[in-house]
């Protein structure tokens, strides 16, 4: 994979294991974005540029994507999960939060590299949705809400770019083995496993990669009967309240 990346939230879990993983199949260079580079010291390759980015910052995102003008695909990664029910005090600050980072942060990323693609030959954008932007798990349910947002916008994203040959790629893992998910009491996925299987998703052309166990058997229970993926989920939160 000898091109030129960029990372959001590539300090650590899924973003680090992207990052690392590009490294491996010689990625010609990544650009790690963090809000906090310090956190990206120990990425000691000469590849690595490491960049400021807080993905809710509009000067930040501006200053952050003129520095990567040879970019030619993006992964847009950063996440962030608060809340864990519709009602109470702190339910709808937490909601604009999550959709600041979850949904808005991506739509600043295409607004401005979208151009700089464009010049680069096309280039792809990948979004880190979740199966939950697909069929809310109400775990997280504003978090869930945020991500369907987002499976929104790489759909019209897909289209809308298609003509400046662009690939607009969304991804769909289930649970994965990272501090967001830390409180879940579920199986989950290693960061470096699904990390794998998205960039073979990407290499393989895919436009919508499930890269884990848990997000396949999703995908095939959401395409047979999306009401069907609503009642197993349904029935899910039921045995955990048990």
């Known amino acids: 994979m000898g091109t030129v990346a960029l990372v959001t939230g590539a300090n650590r879990g899924l973003g680090r294991a992207l990052t690392e993983e590009l490294l491996n199949r010689g990625v010609k260079k990544v650009y790690a974005a963090a809000r906090d580079p310090h956190t990206l010291q120990d990425l000691s390759d000469d590849r690595v540029v490491r960049l400021r980015l807080d993905v809710t910052d509009a000067e930040q995102v501006r200053s952050a994507m003129e520095a990567a003008s040879d970019v030619e695909i993006v992964f847009s990664n950063a996440g962030l999960a608060l809340g864990t029910a ?10 604009q939060r999550e959709m600041e980072v979850n949904y808005f942060g991506p739509l600043r990323l295409l607004q401005r590299l979208a151009p700089t693609l464009a010049r680069n030959g096309g280039g ?4 880190i949705a979740s199966v939950a932007g697909l069929t809310n798990v109400p775990f997280l349910p504003t978090y869930a809400a945020s ?7 790489t759909q019209a994203a897909r289209i809308l770019l298609a003509a400046q040959g662009a690939a607009v790629i969304g991804v769909y893992p289930g649970p994965i083995d990272t501090d967001m998910s830390r409180a879940l009491a579920i199986p989950k996925t290693s960061a470096r496993d699904v990390a794998i299987a998205i960039l073979d998703g990407v290499e393989a052309g895919q436009e919508d990669i499930f890269p884990d166990a848990f997000a396949l058997e999703f995908a095939r229970s959401f395409e047979a009967s999306p009401k069907t993926s609503e009642r197993q989920v349904a ?3 039921l045995a955990a309240a048990a």
């Open 124 to 127: 792809a954008f990948v979004t």
């Open 235 to 237: 029935a899910m939160m």
């Open 86 to 95: 519709i009602v109470g005090s702190s339910v709808l600050d937490q909601a």
């Open 147 to 153: 991500k369907a947002a987002l499976h929104s916008l």
